[in-house]
């Protein structure tokens, strides 16, 4: 069956330094994946979309890798700020009418 | 521009009754979606709404249904409700029906809670 997996550890960094995000997917080959930033209480917010034929996307201080071999999105965050801390879902198409979400991972960076 | 707007915000239920949650969609996009997210889990796609029809669905019961209306706004109704269903129902629009990469503008959510 169709599986994605996220660190569901919390992810400490310190401020200024480099955030790396993962999501692995087993047994499909998404088109495309996208990355969501949740804050607590609130319904997520999109940050980055990548496609099957692109190997990196930026955006400012963000970063997303799609690795289509290893079945692996990166989410970078570089020069990592307090604000930047939440919880990160990536969300690779699944299906023609359908998207699903990891569950997420919480990242806390430290001034 | 007025963003995705979602009632009530809270809602408390007992087990067996039946809930009606709401969603305004994005001025100019014509898809809405639905999700519940559950406690420290990523959202789960419930179905989507296009131009009125129900246009995909995820492995939810029959219990869970919608409804669109002519100005994109939609409704999940949830039939006897069981207390696996407290969450946070989260609406979510989009120019696009999913499928076509287009970004997805989600509400604030409505946490249920089931007794």
């Known amino acids: 069956s169709q599986k994605i997996e996220q660190n569901s550890e919390a992810l400490n960094i310190q401020e200024g330094k480099t955030a790396t995000l993962t999501c692995n997917y087993t047994?499909?080959?998404?088109?495309?994946l996208q990355w969501y930033r949740q804050d607590p209480g609130r319904g997520p917010v999109f940050l980055l979309l990548i496609r099957e034929n692109e190997k990196e996307k930026r955006k400012e201080r963000l970063k997303v890798t799609f690795d289509t071999t290893l079945k692996q999105s990166l989410f970078h965050i570089t020069a990592s700020q307090p604000a930047d801390s939440a919880t990160y879902l990536c969300a690779p198409h699944t299906g023609r009418r359908a998207l699903t979400f990891g569950s997420g991972t919480r990242l806390q960076v430290q001034p | 521009e007025t963003g995705v707007t979602q009632s009530p915000t809270h809602l408390i239920k007992t087990r067996g009754q039946q809930v009606t949650l709401r969603c305004s969609s994005q001025?100019?996009?014509?898809?809405v979606s639905w999700y519940q997210q559950a406690l420290g889990q990523g959202p789960q796609f419930i179905f989507q709404y296009y131009r009125e029809e129900e246009n995909g669905r995820g492995n939810f019961p029959p219990r869970f249904s919608g409804l669109q209306f002519p100005n994109y706004s939609s409704e999940l109704n949830v039939n006897a409700l069981e207390l696996d269903d407290s969450a946070l129902y989260l609406c979510?629009?989009?120019?696009?029906?999913?499928?076509?990469?287009?970004?997805?503008?989600f509400g604030p959510g409505t946490r249920l809670t089931v007794l």
């Open positions: 047994n499909y080959s998404p088109a495309y």
């Open positions: 001025s100019g996009h014509n898809t």
């Open positions: 979510a629009s989009s120019s696009n029906p999913l499928g076509q990469g287009d970004e997805q503008f």
